[in-house]
C-alpha cells in the first residue's frame, strides 16, 4: 500500500505545482473588465462600446477572438480596450500594435490637443497570457483595475 500510494502523492503535488506555474493562464472575461474600466475609471470624455470592427481600424488588429473598445467624442485621447487572442503570442504581436497605436495617438494630439499628452504618456499598457488590456485615462484606477484582473 504504502509503494502504491507514495508516487501517486508526489504525481499529484507535481500536478498541482504545475497547475500554479505560467503566470497569466487564468481564464477571465475580457468583456466584464472593459465593463469595470468603463465604470469605475473616472473619465472626462464619455466613452462608448465600439463595434468590433474598430480592433482593425484603431489598432490594426485583425485576429484577436474577442476585442472591447470603448472610445470618446475625440476631444481626449481616453479610450479603453481589452482583447482575447487565441494564444499568448497573438496578445504579445497585439500589445505591440498596442504601443504604435499610442504613439501614433501621442504624436496626433501632440499637434491638436497637447493637454492630453499626459494620459497618453501614462497609459497603461498590460498583456497577460492571452489577454491585452489597454486604457487611456488619468489617474491610478485602470492600472489598479487591470493588475486585479492580469494578475
Do not use: H
Not at 486604457?135 to 494578475?151: P, Q
Amino acid at each position: 500500500m504504502k509503494k502504491v500510494f507514495m508516487p501517486v502523492l508526489i504525481a499529484v503535488l507535481c500536478a498541482a505545482l504545475l497547475c500554479g506555474c505560467g503566470a497569466g493562464s487564468a481564464e477571465i472575461d475580457p468583456e466584464a473588465l472593459a465593463q469595470e474600466l468603463a465604470e469605475k475609471v473616472p473619465f472626462e470624455d464619455q466613452l462608448s462600446l465600439a463595434p468590433e470592427a474598430a480592433a482593425e481600424k484603431l489598432y490594426a488588429i485583425v485576429d484577436a477572438e474577442r476585442a472591447f473598445i470603448y472610445t470618446g467624442s475625440g476631444a481626449t485621447a481616453e479610450e479603453i480596450a481589452v482583447f482575447e487572442f487565441a494564444d499568448e503570442a497573438g496578445a504579445k504581436d497585439g500589445l505591440a500594435l498596442a504601443r504604435q497605436r499610442i504613439e501614433r495617438q501621442t504624436e496626433d494630439y501632440a499637434s491638436y490637443i497637447p493637454e492630453e499628452l499626459p494620459r497618453l504618456e501614462n497609459a497603461v499598457l498590460r498583456q497577460s497570457g492571452r489577454y491585452l488590456a489597454v486604457c487611456v485615462s488619468t489617474g491610478a484606477e485602470a492600472e489598479e483595475i487591470i493588475e486585479a484582473w492580469l494578475e
